[in-house]
C-alpha cells in the first residue's frame, strides 16, 4: 500500500529525517514511535505530499508521490497535530466547508457528515460553536474532517495530544473502527502505550532515524530485551547472588534486596524458587516484569523515551 524508500530531509544545517526505508500494507496499522524532534511529522508532512523530500521516493498504493501527487492526495485523509478548525463555526458548519474543498456533492457531503458524527458519537453537538467544544472534542471533529472524501489511508499526527484520558480512549476506539472498516492508518505518537494497543507494526525513531521497525515481537528480538522476575528477600548477600549467578548462568541484577532475573518464566520459575529455598533466601515478594516497549526503546537506543 505504502512504501518509502531512502527518505531524507533536511532544514537548513538540521537533518530532520536520515534515509529511512518503511513499507506499510493495506490495512495495517502503522505506528512511528519516537521523542519529540525525533522527524515523525516530517515523515508524515513528505508522505502527505505538504513538504518535499531532498532524497528518496514515496510509493503510494504504486503512484509515486512527486509524479502523481493528485492520485496521491486522493487517496489519504491528514489529521495534523493542529487543531484545524474554525471556532465560530458549528462543528457541522466546519464539515460543510472542509468537505466543500475535496469537492465532494452536497448531498453525498451532508450524508457523510451525519455518518461521520454518529462514528465519532458528536451527533447531539453538531450544531454547537467549535469555541464551546472541550479539547478532545475538537481532536475528535478534525479527524471527522480528514474522513469526508473517504480516504484509503489515513494520517494520524499525535492525535491524542493534550487530551483527557476519557477522550483518548474515545479516539482509539474510532480509530480501532475505522481499521475495521479497511482503513491503512499510520499513527505517530511519543507515548508507548497507544502503539502497544493500536499497531500491528512499529517503527521507532531517533534524531531522524528509524532505529529499528517490526511488530512487538520482532523489535524484542532486535533488542534482546527478556522478560524477567523481580524478587524481594527478608535480606540477600553478595555471595548468595554469586551462588545464584552460578547455578542459572541467567543474567540477574541487584537493587536492595531485590533481584531481577531474565529467564523464561513459564519454564524456569518453579526451579528458581527452589533454588532460593535452598540457599535459606526467604522470598517476600515475587513481580513479573513483562517485555514492553519501553524496555525495548531503551535496549535500542540507549536513554529513556523523552517529550
Excluded at 71 to 86: A, F, N, T, W
Excluded at 223 to 246: D, Y
Excluded at 281 to 287: A, G, P, S
Aim: glycine share 6%; charged share 25%.
Amino acid at each position: 500500500m505504502i512504501k518509502v524508500s531512502n527518505l531524507s530531509k533536511s532544514f537548513d544545517s538540521i537533518q530532520a529525517v536520515n534515509n529511512i526505508s518503511f513499507s506499510i500494507t493495506k490495512g495495517e496499522i502503522f505506528g512511528l514511535l519516537g521523542p519529540n524532534g525525533a522527524g515523525k511529522s516530517t515523515t508524515i508532512n513528505m508522505m502527505s505530499t505538504i513538504l518535499k523530500s531532498d532524497e528518496g521516493k514515496i510509493h503510494i498504493d504504486g503512484n509515486d508521490i512527486k509524479q502523481n501527487p493528485k492520485i496521491c492526495k486522493q487517496l489519504i485523509g491528514v489529521v495534523p497535530q493542529e487543531i484545524s478548525l474554525y471556532d465560530d463555526f458549528s462543528a457541522y458548519d466546519n464539515l460543510m466547508f472542509w468537505g466543500s474543498l475535496y469537492k465532494v456533492p452536497t448531498k453525498e457531503l451532508k450524508q457523510k457528515i451525519e455518518d461521520i458524527l454518529k462514528l465519532i458519537g458528536l451527533s447531539d453537538r453538531k450544531n454547537d460553536l467549535i469555541k464551546t467544544y472541550s479539547g478532545g472534542m475538537k481532536r475528535r471533529i478534525n479527524i471527522a474532517a480528514a474522513l469526508l472524501h473517504n480516504p484509503q489511508i489515513l494520517f494520524l499526527d499525535e492525535p491524542t495530544v493534550g487530551v483527557d484520558p476519557q477522550s483518548r480512549n474515545k479516539i482509539f476506539e474510532i480509530i480501532e473502527t475505522l481499521n475495521q472498516q479497511g482503513k491503512t492508518i499510520i499513527y505517530t505518537t511519543h507515548y508507548m502505550e497507544e502503539v502497544e494497543r493500536l499497531c500491528n507494526k512499529i517503527a521507532i525513531m531517533d534524531s531522524g532515524k528509524i532505529i529499528a521497525q517490526g511488530t512487538q515481537t520482532e523489535l524484542q528480538e532486535q533488542s534482546n530485551v527478556k522478560e524477567a522476575i523481580e524478587i524481594t528477600f527478608q535480606s540477600v548477600s553478595v555471595n548468595q547472588i554469586e551462588q545464584l549467578q552460578n547455578q542459572f548462568q541467567l543474567k540477574i541484577t541487584q537493587s536492595e534486596q531485590k533481584i531481577a532475573i531474565q529467564c523464561n518464566v513459564k519454564k524456569d520459575l518453579s526451579t528458581i524458587i527452589s533454588v532460593c529455598n535452598n540457599n535459606n533466601l526467604k522470598i517476600e515478594d515475587i513481580e513479573l516484569k513483562k517485555v514492553n516497549l519501553e524496555a525495548i526503546f531503551l535496549s535500542l537506543t540507549g536513554k529513556q523515551l523523552r517529550d
